[in-house]
């Protein structure tokens, strides 16, 4: 099958093959928080040191600091996770980091990747089976995020898009190397986004690319793709513009019917050019007024057409749905 809502990379990122890619600004935030944990870090270590002098107030901090062990002893753990977890927020994503937290920029210069051909693009393919998630043909290697990152989400995640027919293609994100653009060739994507796995299983997903920008309906085509590969649809979803949280994939649907907003199956209908002629000469007809859900109707009974079977009589007349394409220049 093909998906018939398309996505195109924005205008700003068509030119960025081969150059830096807006490194520098994201790198640099990151430095900067770094360099930040690694100062509170080393404050609390030395609240917990030996006074350095031998006054009543520093005997006096030291012994306060002594009494209150084990909330100070968690505070630093609390913060050397933080340090760890900011350097492998850039490391991860190809930047050279001292000690001190300071990108060493010119060790950490790349250039944008794009995969052009299939043999790149087959590395990057994920592989279904028994609802589990792999990474290789034999369904042996288990996708895990654990050592992967995104520039917006942090370590543990990974990026992704899904072609037109259905494959979805992962990477670890590294800003001016590997970008949602990267994993098909900058071309026109059904879904993109980030997601977390643990021993292949999908634990989270979200549409967020800031290449791509999908919208709500591309985040169902990539969740029907999903389903259709039986992957068990308890995962946590992130759904943007609004960054609304769920808990599964039926919290956010019943959001979408509870709003009265298109499913996927009717989406996908709707893409279709409906005429009340061509729909009479199967006894049907468009819904007739609001009081009914969008979709086709028997004309003799009043009852509801199933969107898939209403597709596949139009398609048997020789219609085609039109490919709806979400431009980038806008973006």
């Known amino acids: 099958m093909k998906y018939v809502f398309l996505s195109e990379v924005g205008q700003m990122y068509e030119t960025e093959q081969g150059t830096s890619g807006h490194r520098d600004s994201a790198f640099a935030g990151l430095e900067s928080k770094l360099k930040v944990a690694i100062a509170d870090l080393r404050a609390a270590k030395q609240a917990l040191a030996a006074p350095s002098g031998n006054s009543f107030q520093d005997r006096r901090r030291f012994f306060e600091a002594k009494s209150n062990a084990t909330t100070s002893n968690g505070k630093i753990a609390e913060l ?13 994503q190809g930047a050279v980091v001292d000690s001190e937290g300071n990108v060493d920029w010119s060790k950490s210069a790349r250039v944008v990747e794009y995969d052009d051909n299939s043999l790149k693009q ?5 592989r279904f ?17 654990r050592n992967m990152v995104t520039q917006f989400s942090g370590p543990g995640k990974a990026i992704y898009v899904m072609g037109r027919t259905g494959s979805i293609h992962v990477s670890s994100h590294a800003v001016g190397y590997r970008h949602h653009s990267s994993l098909l060739a900058g071309t026109n994507v059904a879904g993109a986004g980030e997601l977390e796995a643990r021993n292949g299983k999908l634990t989270w997903l979200s549409n967020k690319s800031g290449h791509y920008a999908p919208s709500v309906v591309h985040l169902i085509q990539v969740l029907h793709q999903l389903q259709k590969k ?14 609304d949280r769920y808990p599964n994939v039926q919290a956010f649907l019943s959001k979408l019917e509870m709003l009265g907003e298109a499913d996927y199956e ?7 050019q409906i005429d009340d002629e061509i729909l009479a000469q199967n006894g049907w007809r468009w819904r007739a007024h609001d009081n009914e859900q969008p979709g086709i109707y028997a004309i003799s009974s009043g009852q509801p057409v199933p969107h898939k079977l209403a597709r596949q009589w139009l398609k048997s007349r020789g219609l085609r749905p039109k490919v709806a394409i979400q431009a980038g220049a806008s973006r």
């Open 80 to 92: 050397q996770l933080k340090v760890e977890t900011r350097k492998a927020w850039l490391t991860r």
């Open 122 to 126: 087959s590395h990057t393919m994920l």
């Open 129 to 145: 089976a028994g609802g589990r998630i792999f990474t290789d043909d034999a369904c042996a290697q288990a996708f895990d995020t």
């Open 230 to 243: 039986n992957v068990p649809m308890d995962f946590q979803l992130t759904v943007l513009p609004d960054n």
């Open 266 to 272: 009717l989406s996908k209908l709707m893409q279709y």
